[in-house]
């Protein structure tokens, strides 16, 4: 079998939901966008709703439906682009929850569809999304009146603790909410970490949940195995992959291993990723193609079956830092040819 085969903890990723809950001492919703992550939107969302998560949020109505058809009638599904032309059947027969990024999306839904559920998000400060402090003073009598679920915005620097802007959106989120009779919703993962002043009643960890930064503690929950396809000795001189991206100095024993940027390894790994083999860290070779990458066995005792390029040895955010990149862009570009198993849950 020449494919990977990435292996995602879901007893881990329960554990890492359940951990972040505990922290935060109010609800943990889980963010499931992005097909989870890239670790599959299905057998996540049913192992955390199956340990009790009841809010669940993507970034579109198409992935709400998708995640409808895998949980069922019962969870609530919030969509963070709102109500979009379009997406009126889908949110109305899937009973999905737009959260609603303006007067537009306010009114669009307030027409379509009355009485269905929505929720509000408002900008404090990122401008990506959400309704502005003036645009929500003129609307929040009329959008109140219609008994919104929940009440949100999102925080641009979380990730960095120390940053001044973390403080100045949560005065802006309480300056527009304090005092609404509300459910609220400011932090994901990073939000999270920052105390209690930022978990209101509800958090929406993403990357925290699939071991990812900035939650150091978090377990890891992706693993990634590349079986060797073919194994060569190079002499002193020869060069390796296209364009001769690697030159052997010395004698050199090359394995070659299926998977490449097709499958989400991102051509800046290029000479930069490590493999393990157990403990043993095995340089990538050269040039990233499509389909395979080259590494450096000399120093292995044995020709390996396989190496782990994801695994306790060396997490997503290694190895994006090797990339030049973050842990949510490696998992979100995890490929469709691996094979995929899920143990625990
Ligand atoms: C993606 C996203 C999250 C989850 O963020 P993480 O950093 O992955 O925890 C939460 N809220 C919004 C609005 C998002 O777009």
Same mark, same amino acid.
């Given at each position: 079998?020449?494919?990977?085969?990435?292996?995602?903890?879901?007893?881990?990723?329960?554990?890492?939901?359940?951990?972040?809950?505990?922290?935060?001492?109010?609800?943990?919703?889980?963010?499931?966008?992005?097909?989870?992550?890239?670790?599959?939107?299905?057998?996540?969302?049913?192992?955390?709703?199956?340990?009790?998560?009841?809010?669940?949020?993507?970034?579109?109505?198409?992935?709400?439906?998708?995640?409808?058809?895998?949980?069922?009638d019962?969870?609530?599904?919030?969509?963070?682009?709102?109500?979009?032309?379009?997406?009126?059947?889908?949110?109305?027969?899937?009973? @999905? =929850?737009?959260?609603?990024?303006?007067i537009?999306?306010?009114?669009?839904h307030? #027409? /379509? !569809? %009355?009485? +269905?559920?929505?929720?509000?998000?408002?900008?404090?400060?990122?401008?990506?999304?959400?309704?502005?402090?003036?645009e929500?003073?003129?609307l929040?009598?009329?959008?109140?009146?219609?008994?919104?679920?929940?009440?949100?915005s999102?925080?641009?620097?979380?990730?960095?603790?120390?940053?001044?802007?973390?403080a100045?959106?949560?005065?802006?989120?309480?300056?527009?909410?304090?005092?609404?009779?509300?459910?609220?919703?400011?932090?994901?993962?990073?939000?999270?970490?920052?105390?209690?002043?930022?978990?209101?009643? @509800? =958090?929406?960890?993403?990357?925290?949940?699939?071991?990812?930064?900035?939650?150091? #503690? /978090? !377990? %890891?929950? +992706?693993?990634?195995?590349?079986?060797?396809v073919?194994?060569?000795?190079?002499?002193?001189g020869?060069?390796?992959?296209?364009?001769?991206?690697?030159?052997?100095?010395q004698?050199?024993?090359?394995?070659?291993?299926?998977?490449?940027?097709?499958?989400?390894?991102?051509?800046?790994?290029?000479?930069?990723?490590?493999?393990y083999?157990?403990?043993?860290?095995?340089?990538?070779?050269?040039?990233v193609?499509?389909?395979?990458?080259?590494?450096?066995?000399?120093?292995?005792p044995?020709?390996?079956?396989?190496?782990?390029?994801?695994?306790?040895?060396?997490?997503?955010?290694?190895?994006?830092?090797?990339?030049g990149?973050?842990?949510?862009?490696?998992?979100?570009?995890?490929?469709?040819?691996?094979?995929?198993?899920?143990?625990?849950g």
């Amino acid at each position: 079998m020449a494919s990977g085969t990435l292996t995602v903890d879901l007893e881990a990723l329960v554990q890492n939901w359940r951990a972040l809950g505990a922290l935060a001492g109010t609800e943990a919703g889980a963010v499931v966008k992005a097909d989870a992550y890239g670790l599959g939107v299905g057998p996540v969302s049913r192992a955390l709703a199956k340990a009790g998560a009841r809010s669940f949020f993507v970034a579109t109505a198409e992935e709400a439906a998708t995640l409808r058809r895998e949980l069922g009638d019962g969870p609530t599904i919030y969509i963070f682009s709102g109500h979009m032309a379009g997406d009126t059947d889908m949110i109305g027969d899937l009973s @999905l =929850v737009p959260l609603l990024n303006s007067i537009d999306q306010l009114q669009r839904h307030l #027409e /379509a !569809l %009355p009485g +269905a559920p929505f929720g509000v998000q408002l900008d404090t400060g990122m401008n990506r999304l959400g309704m502005e402090p003036a645009e929500w003073a003129a609307l929040r009598d009329l959008a109140l009146a219609q008994g919104p679920s929940l009440i949100m915005s999102h925080l641009s620097s979380a990730d960095e603790p120390q940053s001044a802007m973390n403080a100045l959106q949560l005065r802006v989120f309480k300056d527009m909410t304090d005092g609404i009779d509300v459910p609220r919703s400011l932090a994901a993962t990073g939000g999270t970490l920052l105390g209690p002043d930022y978990h209101f009643d @509800l =958090v929406r960890p993403g990357v925290g949940l699939y071991g990812g930064a900035p939650y150091k #503690e /978090a !377990l %890891p929950v +992706a693993y990634l195995e590349l079986p060797v396809v073919q194994v060569r000795d190079v002499e002193a001189g020869e060069s390796v992959g296209y364009n001769m991206g690697y030159v052997a100095r010395q004698p050199r024993r090359v394995a070659t291993l299926s998977a490449g940027y097709a499958d989400g390894l991102i051509r800046a790994l290029s000479g930069k990723a490590k493999l393990y083999y157990g403990q043993r860290e095995c340089a990538l070779l050269g040039r990233v193609s499509m389909d395979l990458i080259t590494v450096d066995i000399t120093h292995l005792p044995e020709v390996p079956a396989s190496l782990t390029l994801l695994g306790r040895q060396q997490g997503v955010d290694t190895l994006a830092t090797a990339a030049g990149t973050i842990g949510y862009e490696i998992l979100t570009s995890l490929g469709a040819r691996y094979t995929r198993r899920y143990s625990g849950g």
